[in-house]
Structures are given as C-alpha cells and as structure tokens.
C-alpha cells in the first residue's frame, strides 16, 4: 500500500488486493469503502473539527486501511482497533507505520487510549448504536476535540434529528446533551465493495458544553426516552405512570417516590407546563432534559 510520504492510491485498489488474499467476513458488516470522495470528504470533515498532524484519531474498524493511510498522511497518530485477524494481517503487511497502533480486538470491549482527540470510522451498521453511546462515555471523562462517522442514512438523520417528528428519539435527544451532529454528506452504495443495500451518510459531532446540562444525567434521560418513545404514540402521562423499566433502581425510588415525582412533574410550570398531554415526539430535548432534572430532583 502506498505509504503517507509516497503517491497515493486508488482505495478500489487496496480493496482488491485485500480481496485477492481475503474473503469478505459479512456477520462483521464488512463494507470497504473504494471511492475517494467520502474518504476525502470524512476527513476533511475531521480537519474541520480541529483534526491535525497533532492529533491523535482513534479508528473503529479499519478494514483494509483506506481511511487510516489518509489520516496516516495528515501527520496523525492513529489507534486502529479491528476485530478482523485478516484485516489486522493486512494492515500489518501493508501499512507497517510508526505513527499506526493496531489492536486486533472488539472496539467495544476494549478500554480507549485517554488521550485520542478524534474519532474517525466507517463502522459496521450493527454496532452504530452502542459505538455512539461509548464515544459519548469515553467524551465525557475525556473531552474528544472532533467526531466524523460513516453511518447508515436513515439513521444519520435521527442522529441529526433531521425531520421533525419523525427523526425524533433517544438517539437524537442523548447526542444532543453533548455534541452538536452534522450531516456532511451522502454516499451510495456504489461506494463500497461490497455493496450494502442502503445509502450511508457522513456525520459529524462537534462536542458543545451545555453548562446547565452539566448536572443532568444522561443515563436517566436515554432510559426515560427510550421508554417513552417506545410508546410513540401514548401520551407522556400514561407512559410514565406505567413506570419505566429499570427507572426505580438509578435514583433507589420506591413506587410511591414515584408517584410523588410524577405530582411534581404534573405540577412543573414553564417549559413543562401541559407535556404529560402530549407525546414524546412533540417535546423537544430541552423538555427531556427539564424532566429528567425534576425526576432527579
Ligand atoms: N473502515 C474500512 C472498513 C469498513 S467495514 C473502510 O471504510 O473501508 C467495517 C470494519 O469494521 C470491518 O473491517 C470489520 O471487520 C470491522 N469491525 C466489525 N465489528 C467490529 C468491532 N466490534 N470492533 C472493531 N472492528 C469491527
């Protein structure tokens, strides 16, 4: 593979070297990326959030190193974590970098370097969900600068709550506490090799401080939502009084401590003021985040 100081070459040929020595592992969501354009496209998006020969990305499933050669030629540091020993062979062949660390390993159960600044990968679809909620862990104990993520279009627009009702929900509501998500692009399934059978977005997440959400737990407002928008369409009030699984344990409430939360909340004015009337998809994240303080009151 072409090496950072040297000329580049063309992802769709990395690919097929890749797949001249290895088969395509489908139960690990592999899709390579052949396409220059979104690999550009991610990374300058990075670059937009501060990404530099400074900075330390850590890359979730590197596959055959079409990404992490690019961020290799920024100057950056990389942590590649990949679960696949074919892809972690190759790499290892063909990407032999001091400025590369390969873990051949599961991005979720391992423990993340303290010191990454960034967060770049095209993750399989499957595991977008819990990789999102420990980026947003890992950011909490240890501020990320900058986050730029291939994910399945559908669901880069509940990431950015792009239409309001319809993308609205926990995943959109939890993202927001901390960061503010940005579509950059789309990308068709002739981009990857092989090809899924879905469209794909590139987002960004640019971490924001909400000093007034500092104190507000965000555990408590996934799982209120979560709950709650599983009901999509029950009214708030029913959703709650049916208590929400698992909600009693986080504050140690007995069943009458909730039903003293639910008064209060029945009770709150401003921007509380009639919510229990209406349904999940109608409030908006400063709501949740309202709730969640008088829950936790
Ligand atoms: N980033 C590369 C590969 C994308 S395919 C590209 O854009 O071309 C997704 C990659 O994630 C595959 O290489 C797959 O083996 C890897 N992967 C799947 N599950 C993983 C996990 N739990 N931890 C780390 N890597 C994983």
Redesign the pocket.
Known sequence: MSLPNSEPEHPSRI?DRYLSRYNI?PN??????IDPFPIRTSIQAASDLGLNNDSHVLE?????G??SVELLRLGSKITA????QN?CDFLESELNHEGLNLFN????SIQWPDTITHVV????YG?SSPILERIQEHHRSNPLMGISL?VQREFAHRMVMKSIPKDRGPLGIALWLDFECKLISDVPPSSFRPQPDVYSSIVTLRPVSRIELQDVSRKLVRRISSWCFGRRRRKMRTSLRDIPRGILKIGKWSSSDWLRILDNLENEGGNLRGFMDKRPEELTPEQWTSICRIIAR
């Open positions: 690919v592992e690990l969501g592999q899709n390579f990326l979730i499933g590197p596959g055959p079409v990404l974590i990949e679960i696949s892809a390993e599961d991005a979720l990968a095209n993750i399989p595991i291939l």
